[in-house]
């Protein structure tokens, strides 16, 4: 079965609060809303960790009144982080499709940190919305591996 070789293992293993603000004197009810998102990736190589943060304000008037970023630690199954690995270009090149799903579960996690760090303030009226991941990972993505070079004496 084609599906079953295309099936990446992973685990979400840690879940961070990177930052979380609340900055009521830049808020105004009624005036309009922008959004702004972004998007950190980062790797451990040794334990085979795989980390998205995402992060996102709430802005009026230039000024972000609700700030938050979350990470989503993943720790990848040794065979599809072996697959992901080019020891001769030292990189590990994670591919879009895969790269996407995990951001598409930081950003849900995002969403429920939000609703419990808002929650019985007027603040938790702000949802985050549905976003198009794929117009946030647009290609695969690759980490530089440093290697230590071990010398025999």
């Not at 990189?91 to 019985?120: A, D, Q």
Request: with cysteine; net charge neutral; glycine share 6%.
């Amino acid at each position: 079965m084609a599906e079953e070789t295309n099936k990446i293992g992973f685990a979400l293993k840690r879940i961070t609060t990177e930052q979380f603000a609340i900055i009521e004197s830049a808020f105004t009810d009624g005036k309009l809303v922008d959004l702004k998102a972004g998007l950190r990736f980062g790797m451990n190589f040794e334990n085979k960790i795989i980390s998205v943060v995402f992060s996102t304000n709430l802005i009026q008037d230039k000024s972000p009144f609700l700030i938050i970023e979350v990470g989503c630690h993943f720790s990848i199954r040794e065979e599809a982080w072996d697959s992901f690995y080019n020891k001769n270009k030292t990189e590990l090149k994670v591919p879009r499709g895969f790269i996407g799903h995990l951001v598409m579960l930081t950003i849900g996690t995002t969403r429920g940190v939000l609703h419990s760090k808002t929650e019985n303030t007027p603040f938790n009226n702000f949802l985050l919305p549905t976003l198009n991941v794929n117009e946030m990972v647009k290609q695969d993505v690759i980490f530089k591996v440093e290697v230590e070079k071990n010398e025999s004496k």
